[in-house]
């Protein structure tokens, strides 16, 4: 059995959602300037909002306004609690003003209140995917040491104004995303970066990614200072990276390319970098800037828990010559057992299973898994009942996940705290900015060019979601 407080719910990000993206007194993010893409053709960066492009954050659901609406739906699912994220710059338009908009901050007060009066715990991330864009143009994002300050000022404005609505908190989603410098979008939102021509992007990421630890540890500090009740978690992309063959080359090129994330926890949970972070840095030519009293920062800052999302697993090849082209994730070769979606991602309940035990055993901290979810192109029915879509294969997906957590939680005795779907109504895809690539649990009336009335449609997943939360799991 799962325990009973066991935190099920439905996550979303501000800015795929929210639309509104320049009202009360909110700044252009680093979201803004993404346009839309689709599974053949990347989302465009432009130089700041352009005339005659087509940015689907833009609008997003309308959440902004429409939030009563929606959080009622959740309700009636039976969440428990709801994640979503503060968009930065409602909070502070450019980046770098001394006091807060108090507009913004209103806003979600509003929404925080809504959610607590309908029985919903808010989880919030401080930072998904979306920073002022007044930072990347001014300072050249978390390149620049200057963000630490920038950030910790936001986070005591909202730890401080939500110290009694909100207990949980994200401090970067995921953060490790921009590891695979070859794709600048992960530079643009996990760091707001925008790459200069020939610089070196490991040099450049790396060290961003120090300063995000660093001002990550600070704001663990400051939050426990504010109130001693905040539990504070990191958010990493979590993909179990698993060996082609039993040759011994793939176990170890597995257990390298694994380094890419276990370095980030490693420095969260343990307050330290791990010895192969020296190697890794090396090996990529990059030199970290440190100040005197960053080592004592990370180790006194470390998380109350780990949260990730889990979409997928990889496989890595030790051979040059290995088809790495394959799918879904970059360097990965096909995985002969799985099923994968029409994105091209790995369908792998057991990953799921797997990574949970492997953080548990490394960490024994609890663990939240914060996203999961199946992107899918849904058919619209032609005589619609209860529900509009017949999503059974969105379910089949959530099922599988879902046991596999039991199993992690009930078998192999891993501390999770609670899994909230990914996408639990329709947003803006953030890795093509699609309006396709649906996850709900609710439809959402609009296409990919933005047309559409964003009514609100119950999917069969909906009614099977909340019996599953109403069982406790026991129900799948
Ligand atoms: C994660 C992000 C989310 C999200 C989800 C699904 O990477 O934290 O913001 O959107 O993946 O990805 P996508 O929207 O690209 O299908």
Same mark, same amino acid.
């Given at each position: ?22 009202? $009360? $007194?909110?700044?252009?993010? *680093? ?9 053949? /053709? ?30 009622? @739906? ?13 968009? =930065? ?87 490790? #995303? ?21 610089? #070196? ?74 010895? +192969?972070?020296?190697?890794? =840095?090396?090996?990529? %030519?990059?030199?970290?800037? *440190? ?18 999302? +889990? ?31 029409? =994105? ?6 057991? $990953? !799921? ?18 996203? #999961? ?6 058919? !619209? ?16 997906? @959530? ?19 609670? +899994? *909230?779907? =990914? ?8 890795? /093509? ?6 996850? %709900? ?11 559409? *009335? ?21 129900? @799948?």
């Amino acid at each position: 059995m799962l325990p009973d407080n066991f935190l099920w719910g439905g996550a979303v990000a501000a800015h795929q959602l929210e639309g509104a993206y320049r009202e $009360g $007194g909110r700044g252009i993010s *680093t979201s803004d300037i993404l346009t839309s893409g689709n599974a053949q /053709t990347p989302r465009q960066i432009t130089d700041g909002v352009q005339p005659g492009c087509y940015y689907p954050n833009h609008e997003g659901i309308d959440f902004y306004h429409r939030y009563p609406e929606d959080v009622a @739906l959740f309700e009636e699912m039976g969440f428990r609690c709801f994640r979503t994220s503060i968009s =930065w710059s409602r909070i502070f338009p450019q980046g770098d003003e001394l006091e807060p908009n108090e507009e913004g901050l209103a806003f979600y007060d509003r929404l925080f209140d809504e959610l607590r009066a309908h029985g919903m715990e808010p989880v919030v991330t401080l930072c998904h995917f979306e920073l002022p864009y007044g930072l990347a143009m001014k300072y050249g994002g978390f390149r620049n040491r200057k963000l630490i300050d920038f950030y910790l000022r936001y986070c005591e404005a909202v730890f401080r104004r939500y110290k009694d609505k909100v207990k949980y908190w994200l401090l970067f989603n995921e953060i490790n #995303n921009q590891t695979d410098t070859t794709r600048p979008i992960y530079a643009l939102t996990n760091s707001a970066i925008l790459f200069e021509e020939g610089e #070196n992007r490991e040099q450049v990421t790396w060290q961003a990614v120090h300063h995000e630890l660093v001002a990550g540890a600070l704001a663990v500090r400051l939050g426990h200072e504010i109130n001693p009740a905040f539990q504070i978690g990191c958010m990493m992309a979590w993909v179990p990276i698993y060996p082609a063959s039993c040759n011994p080359k793939d176990m170890l090129a597995a257990t390298d390319r694994m380094h890419d994330r276990f370095l980030f926890t490693d420095v969260y949970v343990r307050g330290h970098y791990p010895d +192969y972070a020296a190697s890794m =840095w090396a090996k990529k %030519g990059v030199h970290i800037k *440190t100040q005197p009293g960053d080592e004592k920062i990370l180790a006194q800052g470390t998380v109350d828990f780990i949260s990730l999302s +889990y979409y997928m697993s990889a496989v890595v090849d030790h051979r040059e010559s290995a088809d790495t082209d394959a799918k879904g994730f970059a360097g990965s070769v096909t995985n002969p057992y799985l099923q994968y979606s029409d =994105w091209g991602w790995a369908i792998d309940p057991d $990953g !799921l299973r797997y990574s949970l035990n492997q953080l548990y055993e490394r960490y024994e901290l609890p663990i939240f898994v914060v996203e #999961n979810g199946f992107g899918a192109y849904d058919q !619209l029915m032609n005589t619609p009942g209860d529900y509009v879509v017949e999503d059974d294969y969105r379910i089949a997906y @959530l099922r599988a996940h879902i046991q596999a957590v039991k199993q992690a939680v009930e078998v192999d005795r891993v501390n999770v705290m609670g +899994y *909230t779907v =990914w996408g639990c109504i329709d947003v803006v895809s953030f890795g /093509t900015g699609e309006f396709s690539k649906r996850y %709900g649990f609710i439809y959402v009336d609009k296409d990919d060019q933005g047309n559409g *009335t964003l009514q609100r449609a119950k999917k069969k997943s909906f009614y099977w979601y909340q019996k599953v939360i109403a069982t406790n799991g026991e129900e @799948l």
